[in-house]
Protein backbone atom coordinates (compact mmCIF):
# COMPACT_ATOMS: atom_id res chain seq x y z
CA UNK A 1 0.00 0.00 0.00
CA UNK A 2 1.21 3.28 -1.32
CA UNK A 3 1.87 6.29 1.60
CA UNK A 4 -1.21 7.85 -0.07
CA UNK A 5 -3.34 4.84 0.78
CA UNK A 6 -2.41 4.84 4.39
CA UNK A 7 -2.63 8.29 4.80
CA UNK A 8 -6.08 8.19 3.34
CA UNK A 9 -7.39 5.43 5.57
CA UNK A 10 -6.04 7.53 8.67
CA UNK A 11 -7.33 10.65 7.16
CA UNK A 12 -10.74 8.99 7.07
CA UNK A 13 -10.46 7.31 10.35
CA UNK A 14 -9.80 10.23 12.46
CA UNK A 15 -12.43 12.77 10.83
CA UNK A 16 -14.76 10.03 10.57
CA UNK A 17 -14.97 9.73 14.33
CA UNK A 18 -15.83 13.31 15.27
CA UNK A 19 -19.11 13.45 16.66
CA UNK A 20 -22.37 15.13 15.61
CA UNK A 21 -22.14 18.41 18.52
CA UNK A 22 -26.26 17.57 19.03
CA UNK A 23 -25.97 13.65 19.31
CA UNK A 24 -23.07 12.65 20.61
CA UNK A 25 -23.03 9.27 20.37
CA UNK A 26 -23.34 9.15 16.58
CA UNK A 27 -19.78 9.75 14.42
CA UNK A 28 -19.70 11.76 11.44
CA UNK A 29 -19.14 8.67 9.58
CA UNK A 30 -21.78 6.82 11.59
CA UNK A 31 -24.31 9.08 10.28
CA UNK A 32 -23.42 9.70 6.75
CA UNK A 33 -22.02 13.06 6.98
CA UNK A 34 -18.45 12.60 5.69
CA UNK A 35 -18.49 11.98 2.04
CA UNK A 36 -14.99 11.79 0.88
CA UNK A 37 -11.70 13.00 2.16
CA UNK A 38 -8.40 13.43 -0.36
CA UNK A 39 -4.71 14.18 -0.34
CA UNK A 40 -3.84 16.73 -3.27
CA UNK A 41 -0.52 18.15 -3.45
CA UNK A 42 0.05 17.41 0.10
CA UNK A 43 -3.28 19.28 1.27
CA UNK A 44 -6.12 17.17 3.23
CA UNK A 45 -8.99 18.11 1.14
CA UNK A 46 -12.96 16.62 3.42
CA UNK A 47 -15.99 16.69 1.97
CA UNK A 48 -19.12 16.63 4.42
CA UNK A 49 -22.66 17.21 3.88
CA UNK A 50 -25.56 18.53 5.76
CA UNK A 51 -28.37 16.50 7.17
CA UNK A 52 -30.55 19.91 6.57
CA UNK A 53 -29.72 23.20 4.79
CA UNK A 54 -29.93 25.07 7.71
CA UNK A 55 -28.18 22.50 10.29
CA UNK A 56 -26.31 24.81 12.47
CA UNK A 57 -24.28 21.96 13.82
CA UNK A 58 -22.12 21.75 10.31
CA UNK A 59 -20.13 24.90 11.14
CA UNK A 60 -19.10 23.35 14.21
CA UNK A 61 -18.59 20.09 12.28
CA UNK A 62 -16.45 21.82 10.29
CA UNK A 63 -14.13 23.22 12.91
CA UNK A 64 -13.57 19.96 14.53
CA UNK A 65 -12.78 17.72 11.59
CA UNK A 66 -9.64 20.44 11.41
CA UNK A 67 -8.80 19.95 14.86
CA UNK A 68 -8.89 16.36 15.14
CA UNK A 69 -6.64 16.27 12.00
CA UNK A 70 -4.37 18.68 12.66
CA UNK A 71 -3.78 16.97 16.19
CA UNK A 72 -2.92 13.55 14.14
CA UNK A 73 -0.55 15.13 12.11
CA UNK A 74 -2.43 16.65 9.22
CA UNK A 75 -2.58 20.33 9.90
CA UNK A 76 -4.21 22.68 7.68
CA UNK A 77 -7.15 20.47 6.12
CA UNK A 78 -9.59 22.14 4.29
CA UNK A 79 -13.24 20.99 5.01
CA UNK A 80 -15.97 21.65 2.19
CA UNK A 81 -19.33 21.49 2.34
CA UNK A 82 -21.22 19.79 -0.65
CA UNK A 83 -25.00 19.57 -0.89
CA UNK A 84 -25.03 16.52 -3.97
CA UNK A 85 -26.20 14.36 -3.32
CA UNK A 86 -28.71 14.86 -1.17
CA UNK A 87 -28.38 13.33 2.30
CA UNK A 88 -31.02 10.70 3.41
CA UNK A 89 -31.04 8.71 6.05
CA UNK A 90 -30.70 5.95 4.66
CA UNK A 91 -26.48 6.34 4.91
CA UNK A 92 -26.77 6.30 8.25
CA UNK A 93 -25.27 2.89 9.74
CA UNK A 94 -26.28 0.35 11.46
CA UNK A 95 -23.75 1.00 14.26
CA UNK A 96 -25.36 4.42 14.12
CA UNK A 97 -28.79 3.61 14.20
CA UNK A 98 -28.02 1.07 17.35
CA UNK A 99 -26.60 4.15 19.09
CA UNK A 100 -29.25 6.56 18.39
CA UNK A 101 -31.59 3.81 20.35
CA UNK A 102 -29.33 3.17 23.12
CA UNK A 103 -29.89 7.07 23.40
CA UNK A 104 -33.26 6.79 23.62
CA UNK A 105 -33.56 8.29 20.30
CA UNK A 106 -35.79 6.17 17.99
CA UNK A 107 -33.93 5.44 14.77
CA UNK A 108 -35.22 6.69 11.14
CA UNK A 109 -36.82 3.56 9.25
CA UNK A 110 -34.67 1.32 7.50
CA UNK A 111 -35.76 3.00 3.81
CA UNK A 112 -36.16 6.49 4.02
CA UNK A 113 -39.96 6.34 3.14
CA UNK A 114 -41.77 9.34 1.05
CA UNK A 115 -45.19 9.04 2.76
CA UNK A 116 -48.05 10.72 1.38
CA UNK A 117 -48.87 13.96 2.31
CA UNK A 118 -51.10 13.70 4.92
CA UNK A 119 -50.76 9.84 4.92
CA UNK A 120 -50.26 7.66 8.48
CA UNK A 121 -47.13 7.52 10.28
CA UNK A 122 -44.52 4.69 9.79
CA UNK A 123 -44.91 2.48 12.99
CA UNK A 124 -42.07 3.63 15.26
CA UNK A 125 -40.86 1.45 18.48
CA UNK A 126 -40.38 3.35 21.68
CA UNK A 127 -36.76 3.46 21.80
CA UNK A 128 -37.10 2.73 25.69
CA UNK A 129 -39.40 -0.47 26.27
CA UNK A 130 -39.59 -1.00 22.30
CA UNK A 131 -43.59 -0.58 22.43
CA UNK A 132 -45.23 0.14 19.34
CA UNK A 133 -47.70 2.32 21.70
CA UNK A 134 -46.28 5.11 20.11
CA UNK A 135 -47.97 8.58 18.84
CA UNK A 136 -46.22 11.68 17.23
CA UNK A 137 -46.57 14.60 19.32
CA UNK A 138 -44.93 16.85 17.05
CA UNK A 139 -43.43 16.77 12.69
CA UNK A 140 -40.70 18.83 14.58
CA UNK A 141 -38.37 18.43 18.00
CA UNK A 142 -35.39 19.82 19.51
CA UNK A 143 -33.47 19.66 16.33
CA UNK A 144 -34.20 20.12 12.61
CA UNK A 145 -33.42 16.40 12.08
CA UNK A 146 -35.75 15.14 15.22
CA UNK A 147 -39.93 14.79 15.68
CA UNK A 148 -40.98 14.61 19.02
CA UNK A 149 -43.20 11.55 20.17
CA UNK A 150 -44.52 9.52 23.37
CA UNK A 151 -45.02 6.62 24.42
CA UNK A 152 -48.12 5.31 26.02
CA UNK A 153 -46.80 1.81 27.22
CA UNK A 154 -44.13 3.50 29.03
CA UNK A 155 -45.33 6.99 29.24
CA UNK A 156 -42.11 8.20 27.94
CA UNK A 157 -41.76 11.31 25.62
CA UNK A 158 -38.88 10.43 22.96
CA UNK A 159 -37.01 12.42 19.94
CA UNK A 160 -37.10 10.57 16.68
CA UNK A 161 -34.82 10.56 13.89
CA UNK A 162 -36.62 12.28 10.60
CA UNK A 163 -36.74 9.99 7.87
CA UNK A 164 -35.34 11.76 4.48
CA UNK B 1 -22.49 50.94 7.20
CA UNK B 2 -23.22 51.56 3.49
CA UNK B 3 -25.23 49.82 0.93
CA UNK B 4 -23.60 47.42 -1.62
CA UNK B 5 -25.24 47.68 -5.32
CA UNK B 6 -25.63 44.23 -6.75
CA UNK B 7 -24.52 43.82 -10.41
CA UNK B 8 -28.19 42.33 -11.30
CA UNK B 9 -28.02 39.55 -14.17
CA UNK B 10 -30.89 37.89 -14.67
CA UNK B 11 -29.99 34.49 -13.12
CA UNK B 12 -28.82 36.98 -9.81
CA UNK B 13 -31.86 38.35 -9.64
CA UNK B 14 -33.72 35.15 -10.11
CA UNK B 15 -31.42 33.90 -7.08
CA UNK B 16 -32.11 36.52 -5.03
CA UNK B 17 -35.91 36.63 -6.08
CA UNK B 18 -35.97 32.82 -3.98
CA UNK B 19 -33.45 33.78 -1.72
CA UNK B 20 -35.16 36.85 -0.60
CA UNK B 21 -38.49 34.89 -0.45
CA UNK B 22 -36.80 32.25 2.36
CA UNK B 23 -34.87 35.43 4.11
CA UNK B 24 -38.22 37.37 4.91
CA UNK B 25 -40.40 34.18 4.99
CA UNK B 26 -37.67 32.70 7.91
CA UNK B 27 -37.45 36.53 9.51
CA UNK B 28 -41.86 36.67 9.88
CA UNK B 29 -41.44 32.88 10.85
CA UNK B 30 -38.87 33.87 13.82
CA UNK B 31 -41.26 36.29 15.42
CA UNK B 32 -43.17 33.45 16.53
CA UNK B 33 -40.17 31.98 18.67
CA UNK B 34 -41.18 32.09 22.22
CA UNK B 35 -45.03 33.64 20.98
CA UNK B 36 -46.23 30.24 19.70
CA UNK B 37 -49.73 29.16 21.08
CA UNK B 38 -47.88 26.06 22.52
CA UNK B 39 -44.16 24.97 23.04
CA UNK B 40 -44.66 22.13 19.94
CA UNK B 41 -45.63 24.80 17.69
CA UNK B 42 -43.04 27.24 19.22
CA UNK B 43 -40.55 24.42 18.13
CA UNK B 44 -41.91 23.85 14.71
CA UNK B 45 -41.82 27.26 13.31
CA UNK B 46 -38.61 28.03 14.27
CA UNK B 47 -37.09 24.89 13.15
CA UNK B 48 -39.00 25.88 9.40
CA UNK B 49 -37.88 29.49 9.85
CA UNK B 50 -34.51 27.52 10.34
CA UNK B 51 -34.91 25.25 6.81
CA UNK B 52 -35.72 28.12 4.90
CA UNK B 53 -32.80 30.24 6.55
CA UNK B 54 -30.90 27.44 4.96
CA UNK B 55 -32.12 27.61 1.84
CA UNK B 56 -31.49 31.38 1.60
CA UNK B 57 -27.60 30.57 2.61
CA UNK B 58 -27.52 28.51 -0.18
CA UNK B 59 -29.12 30.25 -2.70
CA UNK B 60 -27.07 33.68 -1.30
CA UNK B 61 -23.66 31.72 -1.79
CA UNK B 62 -24.44 31.05 -5.52
CA UNK B 63 -25.44 34.24 -6.17
CA UNK B 64 -22.77 35.88 -4.92
CA UNK B 65 -20.50 33.79 -6.76
CA UNK B 66 -22.42 34.43 -10.07
CA UNK B 67 -22.49 37.93 -9.83
CA UNK B 68 -18.51 37.27 -9.19
CA UNK B 69 -18.31 41.14 -7.33
CA UNK B 70 -16.84 40.11 -4.43
CA UNK B 71 -19.51 39.71 -2.18
CA UNK B 72 -20.61 36.98 0.14
CA UNK B 73 -24.35 35.93 1.49
CA UNK B 74 -23.68 38.07 4.42
CA UNK B 75 -23.18 41.47 2.09
CA UNK B 76 -26.45 39.95 0.12
CA UNK B 77 -28.44 39.61 3.13
CA UNK B 78 -27.34 42.36 5.27
CA UNK B 79 -26.42 45.36 3.39
CA UNK B 80 -28.74 45.73 0.51
CA UNK B 81 -32.11 48.07 1.16
CA UNK B 82 -35.83 47.58 0.35
CA UNK B 83 -35.87 48.35 -3.28
CA UNK B 84 -33.23 46.21 -3.73
CA UNK B 85 -35.07 42.96 -2.14
CA UNK B 86 -36.73 40.67 -4.64
CA UNK B 87 -39.14 38.79 -2.37
CA UNK B 88 -42.63 38.29 -3.00
CA UNK B 89 -44.83 40.80 -1.12
CA UNK B 90 -46.84 37.32 1.24
CA UNK B 91 -43.74 37.32 2.68
CA UNK B 92 -43.03 40.84 4.33
CA UNK B 93 -46.35 41.44 5.69
CA UNK B 94 -46.26 41.63 9.41
CA UNK B 95 -46.70 37.67 10.90
CA UNK B 96 -50.43 38.68 11.64
CA UNK B 97 -52.31 36.24 13.84
CA UNK B 98 -51.35 32.46 14.22
CA UNK B 99 -54.09 31.71 11.41
CA UNK B 100 -52.26 34.49 8.41
CA UNK B 101 -48.83 33.12 9.93
CA UNK B 102 -50.02 29.36 8.95
CA UNK B 103 -51.89 30.47 5.76
CA UNK B 104 -48.70 31.64 4.03
CA UNK B 105 -46.52 28.60 5.17
CA UNK B 106 -49.67 26.67 3.17
CA UNK B 107 -49.42 28.52 0.34
CA UNK B 108 -45.99 29.23 -0.21
CA UNK B 109 -45.18 25.85 0.41
CA UNK B 110 -47.82 24.42 -1.79
CA UNK B 111 -46.32 26.31 -4.43
CA UNK B 112 -42.42 25.52 -3.42
CA UNK B 113 -42.65 21.95 -3.21
CA UNK B 114 -43.24 21.64 -7.01
CA UNK B 115 -41.16 24.69 -7.80
CA UNK B 116 -37.76 22.71 -5.94
CA UNK B 117 -39.19 19.37 -7.54
CA UNK B 118 -39.07 20.90 -10.90
CA UNK B 119 -36.00 22.34 -9.98
CA UNK B 120 -34.13 19.24 -9.28
CA UNK B 121 -33.63 18.26 -12.93
CA UNK B 122 -32.25 21.67 -13.56
CA UNK B 123 -29.67 21.71 -16.34
CA UNK B 124 -27.88 24.23 -13.78
CA UNK B 125 -25.96 21.55 -11.21
CA UNK B 126 -25.79 23.80 -8.45
CA UNK B 127 -29.48 24.83 -8.56
CA UNK B 128 -30.30 20.68 -8.70
CA UNK B 129 -28.40 20.24 -5.77
CA UNK B 130 -29.72 23.11 -3.82
CA UNK B 131 -33.55 21.73 -4.70
CA UNK B 132 -32.23 18.39 -3.33
CA UNK B 133 -31.80 19.38 -0.42
CA UNK B 134 -34.94 22.00 0.01
CA UNK B 135 -37.52 19.71 -1.57
CA UNK B 136 -37.51 17.41 1.12
CA UNK B 137 -37.62 20.12 3.97
CA UNK B 138 -40.53 21.77 2.00
CA UNK B 139 -42.32 18.36 2.10
CA UNK B 140 -42.64 18.69 5.95
CA UNK B 141 -43.64 22.15 5.80
CA UNK B 142 -46.53 21.89 3.85
CA UNK B 143 -47.87 18.61 5.57
CA UNK B 144 -47.44 20.95 9.12
CA UNK B 145 -49.07 23.52 7.68
CA UNK B 146 -51.65 21.88 5.37
CA UNK B 147 -52.52 19.65 8.64
CA UNK B 148 -53.07 23.12 10.54
CA UNK B 149 -54.99 24.73 7.99
CA UNK B 150 -57.57 21.54 8.30
CA UNK B 151 -57.70 21.70 12.23
CA UNK B 152 -58.41 25.50 12.16
CA UNK B 153 -60.55 25.52 8.95
CA UNK B 154 -62.76 22.38 10.64
CA UNK B 155 -62.18 23.66 14.07
CA UNK B 156 -64.46 25.79 16.17
CA UNK B 157 -66.46 28.70 14.69
CA UNK B 158 -63.87 31.06 15.95
CA UNK B 159 -60.64 29.50 14.27
CA UNK B 160 -62.38 28.78 11.52
CA UNK B 161 -63.66 32.64 11.26
CA UNK B 162 -59.76 33.40 11.29
CA UNK B 163 -58.60 30.82 9.06
CA UNK B 164 -61.13 32.04 6.22
CA UNK B 165 -60.36 35.50 7.23
CA UNK B 166 -56.21 34.59 6.53
CA UNK B 167 -57.12 33.20 3.23
CA UNK B 168 -58.94 36.07 2.34
CA UNK B 169 -56.17 38.34 2.43
CA UNK B 170 -54.01 36.25 1.93
CA UNK B 171 -55.11 34.68 -1.67
CA UNK B 172 -54.62 38.11 -3.62
CA UNK B 173 -50.83 37.79 -2.81
CA UNK B 174 -50.16 34.29 -4.11
CA UNK B 175 -50.68 35.58 -7.61
CA UNK B 176 -47.05 36.78 -7.45
CA UNK B 177 -45.32 33.13 -6.89
CA UNK B 178 -46.61 32.56 -10.37
CA UNK B 179 -44.21 35.16 -12.32
CA UNK B 180 -42.53 34.08 -14.93
CA UNK B 181 -38.92 33.91 -15.59
CA UNK B 182 -36.71 36.34 -17.56
CA UNK B 183 -36.48 34.52 -21.20
CA UNK B 184 -32.85 34.03 -21.42
CA UNK B 185 -32.50 31.74 -18.33
CA UNK B 186 -36.30 30.63 -18.31
CA UNK B 187 -34.51 27.15 -19.01
CA UNK B 188 -32.63 26.58 -15.93
CA UNK B 189 -36.08 27.24 -13.67
CA UNK B 190 -38.89 26.11 -13.32
CA UNK B 191 -41.45 27.18 -15.36
CA UNK B 192 -43.84 28.71 -12.32
CA UNK B 193 -46.80 28.79 -14.29
CA UNK B 194 -46.59 25.31 -15.26
CA UNK B 195 -46.64 24.66 -11.30
CA UNK B 196 -50.00 26.16 -11.10
CA UNK B 197 -52.23 22.47 -11.66
CA UNK B 198 -50.41 21.25 -9.01
CA UNK B 199 -50.80 24.10 -6.52
CA UNK B 200 -54.24 24.04 -7.17
CA UNK B 201 -54.93 20.46 -6.93
CA UNK B 202 -52.87 20.73 -2.98
CA UNK B 203 -55.37 24.03 -2.67
CA UNK B 204 -58.60 22.15 -3.17
CA UNK B 205 -57.57 19.00 -1.10
CA UNK B 206 -56.92 20.76 2.07
CA UNK B 207 -59.49 23.20 1.61
CA UNK B 208 -62.11 20.77 0.73
CA UNK B 209 -61.07 19.06 4.17
CA UNK B 210 -61.22 22.15 6.43
CA UNK B 211 -64.53 23.28 4.87
CA UNK B 212 -62.71 26.55 3.44
CA UNK B 213 -63.47 28.10 0.15
CA UNK B 214 -61.23 29.03 -2.05
CA UNK B 215 -61.13 32.64 -3.21
CA UNK B 216 -62.62 33.53 -6.64
CA UNK B 217 -59.94 34.94 -9.47
CA UNK B 218 -59.41 38.84 -8.85
CA UNK B 219 -57.06 41.29 -8.60
CA UNK B 220 -53.73 39.88 -7.59
CA UNK B 221 -51.10 42.03 -5.69
CA UNK B 222 -47.15 42.68 -7.20
CA UNK B 223 -44.64 44.26 -7.14
CA UNK B 224 -41.98 42.85 -4.98
CA UNK B 225 -39.80 40.89 -7.90
CA UNK B 226 -39.26 44.13 -8.65
CA UNK B 227 -37.89 46.02 -5.50
CA UNK B 228 -41.37 47.82 -4.75
CA UNK B 229 -42.38 46.77 -1.78
CA UNK B 230 -45.05 47.59 0.74
CA UNK B 231 -43.79 49.47 3.83
CA UNK B 232 -43.52 46.54 6.02
CA UNK B 233 -40.20 44.94 4.26
CA UNK B 234 -38.08 48.47 5.55
CA UNK B 235 -39.39 47.88 9.34
CA UNK B 236 -38.35 44.29 9.14
CA UNK B 237 -34.96 45.33 7.53
CA UNK B 238 -33.91 47.19 9.83
CA UNK B 239 -34.55 45.15 13.06
CA UNK B 240 -32.52 42.20 10.63
CA UNK B 241 -29.66 44.19 9.47
CA UNK B 242 -29.18 46.58 12.27
CA UNK B 243 -26.07 44.85 13.66
CA UNK B 244 -24.34 44.27 11.09
CA UNK B 245 -25.11 48.04 9.96
CA UNK B 246 -23.70 49.53 12.78
CA UNK B 247 -20.81 46.87 13.38
CA UNK B 248 -19.54 46.49 9.88
CA UNK B 249 -18.17 42.94 9.60
CA UNK B 250 -19.23 41.66 13.18
CA UNK B 251 -18.92 37.91 13.27
CA UNK B 252 -19.64 35.22 16.79
ZN1 LIG C 1 -41.99 3.04 25.86
Redesign the interface.
Known amino acids: MSVVTLDLARIRAVAGAVVDPEIPVLTIADLGVLRDVRVSDGAVEVDITPTYSGCPAMNVIAFEVEAALAAAGFPGARVRLVLSPAWTTDWMTQAGRDALRGYGIAPPAARAGRRALFGADDDTPCPRCGSLATEKLSEFGSTACKALWRCTACREPFDQFKCL | MTSIAVAASPLVEALLARADDALVHAHRLSEWCGHAPML??D??L???A??????A??LYQYAAEVEGAGHGEDDLAYRRDAPQFRNALIFELPRGDFAETIARLFFSSAVMLPWWQAAMTSPD?RI???A???E??I??H???A??WMIRLGDGTDESHARMAAAVAKLWPYTGELFAAEHETIAALLPDAAALRPAFEA?VARVFAEAGLERPRAGWMQKGGRRGVHTEHLGHMLAVMQHLQRAYPGAVW
Do not use: P
Open positions: EELAANVLDLLGQRSAAAIAKAKETYLRHGET
